[in-house]
């Protein structure tokens, strides 16, 4: 009996999931090979080519496409195809997993406004294994710069010991603030529904929050090529891959200066239940060199360039 109650729950699993993939697959790729295969690697710099950042490398063929990038102990691998254009993230070690980022969407000038993610791992230490899918929808304004992150996902995990299973529905969004080219506010808002199902088929819901607000600072320092960094991809938090996709030059422009400082507030819990709430205060450096491309972040460490 418990097989066949575990094999419904999984079944439910999937039934979910399939319907987020239908609504990927349904969605039709515009003009993703032409902007996916130009060489818009940093913002709006288009002449320099990302060689290195801290332990990752980039390699190219010989069209200068980026096809990979691997960190320098080769457990961490992002994979780059075209025709149409996605992205394979793996990673090898006890706590493996792979994840695709695939059904991208361009805007003419050639920011990514959408995208699926399928992912799964298994953590053997932890006996623990999931899976997930999610779209995620991005907007920009008339300068080129992100205003709205909108996206679902579907999370599933299992302890492999017990069997027991969870799983996690997701709606949210990102709002993002600029004030004359600077970003000033990045504002997150997701409610989540939680499904656990036991051993014995018993199954309880309830659904959570989870929101903040980061304010944020701008040095006068210029961001004179209009890059994305690695960093400032976290900053809006956009979703998988976004340090890579903003590295690109594929999640719109930069902050006219340099955010040097976030302040977050944050507040998350179970509707209706227990809840909790603090801050946190994100202090950011930035160093280009002499044609004013990013060399340093203080996330990732150091650029270089081919």
Partial sequence: MKRILLSGAFAACAAFATAVLLSCDNYEEESATA???????????????????????????DANRLTSVKSSNANITYKINYNPFSIEKTKLSSESYDIKLFNFSFSPEGYVTSYCVEGNAVYDEDNFAYNYTEKRDITYDING?????????????????????????????????????????????????????????????????NTWTKNCQTSNDINHNGQNTIESGAIINVGECDGLLSVLGMLGKGSLHFVTKC????????????????????????????DGYVAYDSYNGRYAYE
């Fill in 35 to 61: 902007f996916a295969t130009n060489e818009n690697l940093n913002g709006d710099a288009k002449t320099k080519r990302v060689a290195s950042i801290d332990e990752y490398n980039f390699f190219y063929d």
């Fill in 263 to 290: 302040s977050e507030e944050y507040a998350e819990g179970r509707i209706g239940g227990e809840t909790y709430s603090g801050s946190y205060t994100y202090n950011y450096t930035y160093e280009t060199n002499e």
């Fill in 145 to 209: 710069r992100i205003t709205q992150v909108s996206y679902n996902e579907y999370y599933c995990d299992k302890e492999i010991l017990t069997g027991e299973i969870d799983t996690y529905k997701t709606i949210g969004t990102r709002i993002v603030t600029w004030k004359n080219g600077d970003l000033v506010k990045v504002k997150k808002d997701e409610t989540c529904v939680v499904e656990k199902t036991q051993t014995d088929g018993s199954s309880r819901t309830h659904k959570r929050f």
